[in-house]
């Protein structure tokens, strides 16, 4: 096997999955980027697909470089190398794996996105960082 195809293994199993919670009727926001490419993918179409995405089929919504596209109640926006994506009005059958890809010649670049949607009614968690805590001594 050359050296070619083990970095390419290699690069696809470290990206790692972005887990996001999100509750029914709420809007959640995140950020896809760091796409392990060797080229610059500033000037690349950038898109949200539904999992297994390996069809144009598959893709809700494009944006291009530079721009913002809106489709129901999802948002896009492509600047730079990072693609900023929006879901409103959350549903609980909004729950399941996207991805955020990027068209450039030869295999798109993706992301994996793992989306949990709750009711919120039981759910809830609480941080506490003891570094800044006024009750903590050190």
């Known amino acids: 096997m050359s050296p070619w195809f ?24 995140f950020v896809c980027s760091d ?4 080229t ?9 697909c539904i999992s297994p995405c390996k069809a144009d089929k598959h893709i809700i919504i494009k944006a291009e470089s530079g721009r913002t596209k809106r489709k129901d109640r999802i948002e896009l926006i492509n600047r730079g190398q990072d693609l900023f994506v929006s879901i409103t009005h959350l549903q609980m059958s909004d729950s399941k794996k996207y991805f ?5 010649t030869g295999p798109d670049l993706l992301r994996e996105v793992n989306l949990k949607v ?21």
């Open 40 to 48: 610059n993918v500033k000037s690349n179409v950038k898109y949200l």
């Open 6 to 29: 083990s970095f390419v293994a290699l690069t696809l199993v470290e990206m790692q999955t972005l887990n996001i919670i999100g509750h029914v009727g709420k809007r959640v926001s």
């Open 118 to 138: 709750t009711d919120g009614k039981f759910e809830f968690s609480i941080l506490i960082s003891t570094k800044y805590h006024p009750f903590v001594k050190k």
């Open 35 to 38: 796409w392990n490419a060797w």
């Open 100 to 104: 955020c890809g990027v068209e450039r």
